[in-house]
């Protein structure tokens, strides 16, 4: 067989890797065949391939040093950064927040664990469920990691050596270009290289086509320049529409914080392809990151009407179904969720707690057994939370606290069971084991109110009025609407003032 | 859970009679029987209650709605029949109960005689082994090695040998071996399934013989006066459904569901089974008998009929999984029909292929009974599988797994607080950073009222291939109750790989081995490429 052919017959069937080392064997022969030489590079590029449109994290840099940023005190509801009162989301008392102070999705993504900090500190810290650092800017190593790239590659040196490329000539020639630019971009990681050659190529097409144009605007938009990526996308869709160009102007307008004209976007795109379900989904996460749970779930509601397989959108209505109050219902998505084969700690953890809220106690205990069983380092501490939790529900304080001794052996920071403990410890009347719970869970996640509050209530107690004034404060901030911290406040300054 | 619903013949078909949510009943069809066992004429309910499955297990008597006695059961019971074993007056009949290889027989609700199955041969090589054991010639090691691979054979082995090799603990192996050695090996089989077949006369209250099935593939008759076996049938699969017909002395036919899917028709004499064998297609759920055809509802939801002689006469499809089912024998109205439980929580009768009646319940229905129950000649009896007794049983599993789980965490130190009344401290680790430097940053509390913690010392676990500490060895000065100390040190990530590990955090005290508490952190990864003139000068920096 011809070799060529068979490399290509492997492209097709993703063995890049086969792909590769027949494609260098034909090089060595013969070093100016430039069949072989594209389909290398797009074998090396298939390798560390990243859908450019989904993966994204903030980076520090972006977060705490935005200098985009228009007005620091934006009208509630036009930014993600200060998410709304939340229309139709139940209250903080109810659904859990993230540290962003939004609500905790039903589907973790890249940036919904841990949101935007207040401080460079908090910054730096670890979030809790995500477990790793965030990255510095998201220009850095972390998309190298994402896509396991050139720092694990060929022992005899880079394939293509960038420096010494003459990208004048290459940009001349349609069909090395693409393949070129998409080996720098992706598997070099060389954005400054990769802009140099799309700008050239550009030019040399008479800016006549959309693709270069995207991939300028990917480069810009990794370089942080924003309006001018979002220049390139919108020449781009004049002249041609895209669904990719779509989501990806879409994206700047996110990191441009215009959650609105974010959606607007999606609109547009919608009324050319209608019903394409990664547009309404991304107008369903704007939503839901600003804390719009009616939109957010009529729109994953629309998703699945297009594709009823769509897990982020079963799991987001199930949450939300699960803490308004209608646990049957989200307990019909989850076991949707379990046909069609996901099969996981998580899942089975989210039907244990729907069956025991749901009233379905059979099955209950079954669940949280399998999650036992399935669940993962990180992700058992969770598990053994939530059976806390319907230990406390059946009123056996014994099995709740141990319960929650084993979350936090297995996750020394779950700010959550270190308040429960400090109940329970309190219940018991050690009064000083309680104050060090409290204290360990206002350290670790200072975003939760109930930590600030127990603390406040107990030192109300105690007659430290002065702590107890602090931590009610630090409660409110946390959650505006927390009546109980409110009254406690109110109360100390009525005391403060009778003095 | 326990419903009583009456038979009447008026429009209304049943009344709803009594119901019991709470009764936490776990039995099934076969461990339940109705009988006048004190001769007064006032049936009562006999049920052989399941327990959790494991313990707990009991043989109740309700006469009316309450409970009249309750005796425990040792093993899981398999059946419950009452029979006649005299001719004493007045005409009290005897409770068997069919646990295990015992059949333990009750009379005036007090235990009355234990009837052991005969014993079946032991495999000589399994016998020669535990010789050898107890003669001390060969080691626990050569025992298990030789057992598993008898097992891996397929050999069937004695129930101590099964056990042994179930064992995990080599300490528990030997006090095992060491503890049974002495005692003779027995090789015992279980009943399956227990009937009842008169003896000589077809009276109501004749005495009648107990036929058991038995894991050993056989089916064995009983004398009820003496308690020795009359006859001996072998078969070629296991039973799990008799139904019985006839006299012992004169004539009787012996219809066998089995574990292979067969049903085989015994008859006085026979030795051969297969003939008259009707194979399904499926594994039988429940047989029954009305005259000479036989009902045989199977698990692929049908329910089939066939003749005495073997002939296939029709099949009912049925709308869910059948769960068990049982006769009607209503002898006033002349009414014979099967009722079967279905998995839809809804209860079918069919007379003859026809459905007659549909009635409902609120969960699914695991054991079924009809006849006479107090003074009232048609009774139905249904027990429900409890959702409340799974919860509860369910609850015992997990309360035990977490206190296993709970001491293995102590044991090990493994909690971030300590849990030693002498030692009351608490650490959380945090770590800052992009990398490859970290700040990590341990703070450790007293949580004592008014007793400082002294003499203690922090140290860290971790691959030494991936991470350097600056320090990592900390001694802590003495800890004042209440206050939050933060000890601090710096880990530079050696590798450039783009992994990260767990490092552990050890809080010990000075002259013991054993840390007081541990907590785990789990590194983030390194961010940034780590290139050499900026490390060297960040650690200047330092």
């Not at chain 1, 589907?107 to 900090?117: D, I, K, L, S």
């Not at chain 1, 140099?196 to 990794?222: G, I, M, P």
């Not at chain 2, 607080?417 to 800052?432: H, M, Y």
């Not at chain 2, 140290?459 to 291939?465: A, N, P, R, S, V």
């Amino acid at each position: 067989m011809d070799p060529l052919f068979l490399a290509y017959s492997y492209f097709r069937r993703r063995k890049y890797q086969q792909c590769t080392d027949l494609c260098s064997q034909l090089l060595e022969k013969n070093p100016y065949d430039q069949a072989a030489w594209t389909l290398k590079t797009r074998a090396l590029t298939g390798q560390v391939y990243v859908d450019e449109v989904d993966v994204d994290e903030e980076g520090i840099a972006e977060m705490v040093m935005d200098d985009n940023t228009i007005a620091q005190v934006s009208r509630p509801g036009t930014s993600l950064k200060q998410p709304g009162t939340g229309k139709g989301a139940p209250s903080q008392g109810i659904r859990p927040m993230s540290q962003s102070g939004r609500p905790v999705s039903g589907f973790v993504r890249p940036g919904t664990q841990g949101g935007r900090p207040g401080t460079m500190e908090r910054a730096i810290m670890t979030p809790r469920t995500a477990h790793t650092a965030r990255p510095v800017t998201s220009a850095s190593g972390r998309y190298v990691r994402l896509g396991t790239a050139s720092m694990l590659s060929t022992p005899d040196g880079p394939f293509i050596n960038l420096a010494r490329l003459n990208f004048a000539k290459y940009a001349a020639r349609p069909n090395l270009a693409k393949a070129l630019f998409e080996y720098i971009f992706h598997h070099e990681n060389d954005v400054r290289n990769a802009l140099e050659l799309a700008a050239l190529a550009t030019e040399s097409v008479q800016f006549k086509d959309w693709w270069w144009k995207v991939q300028l605007a990917k480069c810009y938009y990794r370089l942080g320049m924003y309006r001018d990526a979002e220049r390139q996308l919108k020449s781009a869709l004049t002249q041609q529409e895209m669904i990719d160009s779509y989501l990806y102007l879409c994206k700047v307008y996110v990191r441009l914080d215009q959650p609105l004209t974010a959606v607007e976007v999606y609109k547009q795109g919608l009324e050319k392809f209608q019903g394409e379900t990664t547009l309404l989904t991304g107008i369903a996460r704007i939503y839901e990151g600003m804390n719009d749970m009616d939109n957010a779930v009529k729109f994953y509601k629309d998703v699945l009407n297009f594709d009823s397989m769509h897990v982020e959108a079963i799991a987001c209505i199930a949450t939300h179904h699960f803490y308004t109050d209608q646990p049957e219902v989200a307990l019909k998505f989850y076991r949707r969720l379990l046909q069609m084969g996901v099969y996981n700690g998580e899942l089975f953890n989210n039907l244990g707690l729907c069956c025991f809220y749901a009233q379905q106690y059979d099955m209950t205990l079954t669940c949280f057994e399998r999650a036992l069983s399935l669940a993962e380092e990180q992700t058992l501490a969770d598990v053994w939370f939530n059976i806390g939790h319907v230990a406390l529900g059946i009123g056996d304080m014994t099995l709740a606290y141990q319960c929650f001794r084993l979350t936090v052996a297995n996750n020394n920071d779950h700010a959550e069971a270190y308040n429960n403990l400090g109940v329970l410890e309190l219940r018991k009347g050690n009064v000083e084991m309680a104050r060090a719970f409290f204290q360990a869970a206002m350290v670790t996640s200072p975003h939760m109110h109930e930590p600030h509050y127990n603390w406040a209530a107990l030192a109300d107690q105690l007659g430290d009025l002065q702590s107890s004034f602090n931590a009610a404060k630090r409660a409110v901030e946390a959650f505006p609407d927390h009546v109980d911290s409110k009254e406690l406040l109110k109360q100390l300054r009525h005391h403060f003032s009778l003095l | 859970m326990i419903v009583f619903s009456w038979y009447r013949g008026s429009n209304e078909k049943w009344l709803d009679a009594y119901k019991d949510p709470v009764a936490s009943l776990y039995t099934l069809t076969q461990c339940i029987t109705l009988s006048d066992v004190q001769a007064d004429g006032d049936w009562k309910l006999i049920i052989a209650d399941l327990g959790t499955g494991t313990f707990d297990m009991k043989l109740k008597v309700y006469k009316g709605t309450n409970l009249m006695s309750e005796n425990t059961i040792i093993d899981l019971p398999t059946g419950v029949e009452t029979f006649y074993m005299d001719t004493h007056e007045p005409r009290t009949p005897a409770i068997a109960v069919a646990s295990g290889p015992y059949i333990y027989v009750y009379k005036n609700l007090r235990p009355y005689f234990k009837f052991t199955l005969p014993t079946l041969e032991v495999n000589p090589v399994e016998a020669d082994l535990w010789n050898q054991v107890k003669e001390e010639k060969i080691n626990i090691f050569v025992l298990r090695e030789m057992l598993e691979g008898m097992r891996a054979e397929g050999t069937v082995l004695t129930v101590r040998s099964l056990r042994f090799l179930q064992l995990q603990d080599i300490t528990d192996c030997e006090a095992f071996a060491n503890l049974y050695r002495f005692t003779p090996l027995r090789r015992q089989t279980v009943i399956t399934s227990l009937a009842t077949l008169k003896k000589s006369h077809a009276d109501e209250d004749a005495i009648s013989c107990l036929v058991l099935g038995t894991e050993s593939k056989s089916v064995y008759v009983l004398d009820p006066e003496a308690f020795t076996v009359l006859t001996t049938m072998e078969l070629p699969s296991v039973p799990v459904f008799l139904s019985v017909t006839g006299l012992f002395d004169v004539e009787y036919r012996i219809v066998v569901a089995c574990r292979n899917g067969c049903i085989y028709t015994l008859k006085r004499g026979t030795t051969v089974t297969t003939k008259n064998c009707i194979e399904l297609n499926s594994q039988p759920v429940g047989l029954q008998r009305i005259n000479k055809t036989i009902y045989v509802g199977t698990m692929d939801e049908a329910l089939h009929c066939y003749t005495s002689k073997g002939k296939k006469l029709w099949t009912v499809k049925l709308p869910a999984s059948m769960t068990t089912m049982e006769i009607i024998d209503y002898k006033p109205k002349g009414f014979k029909a099967v009722i079967v439980a279905l998995s839809n929580c809804n209860v079918h009768i069919y007379k003859e292929k026809y459905l007659v009646n549909i009635i409902k319940t609120d969960d699914v229905v695991t054991g079924l009974k009809f006849g006479r129950f107090g003074r009232e000649d048609g009774t139905l009896i249904m027990t429900l599988r409890a959702m409340h007794r799974t919860f509860q049983r369910d609850l015992y599993l997990l309360r035990l797994n977490t206190a296993r789980e709970y001491v293995k965490s102590l044991e090990n130190r493994m909690n971030p607080i300590s849990s030693d009344p002498q030692e009351p401290l608490k650490l959380n680790a945090t770590v800052q950073g992009i990398g490859p430097m970290f700040k990590l940053t341990v703070n450790l509390q007293n949580t004592s009222l008014s007793n400082p913690s002294t003499n203690l010392l922090i140290t860290f676990q971790y691959d030494d291939k991936l991470y350097a500490f600056k320090n990592s060895f900390i001694e802590v000065p003495m800890l004042v109750p209440g206050l939050n100390y933060a000890f601090e040190t710096y880990v530079e990530c050696q590798s450039d790989k783009g992994i990260s590990d767990n490092v552990k955090v050890y809080i010990l005290r000075q002259g013991k081995s054993i840390p007081i508490i541990t907590g785990i952190i789990s590194m983030p990864c390194t961010d940034v490429e780590p290139i050499a003139n900026v490390k060297k000068k960040n650690q200047d920096d330092f």
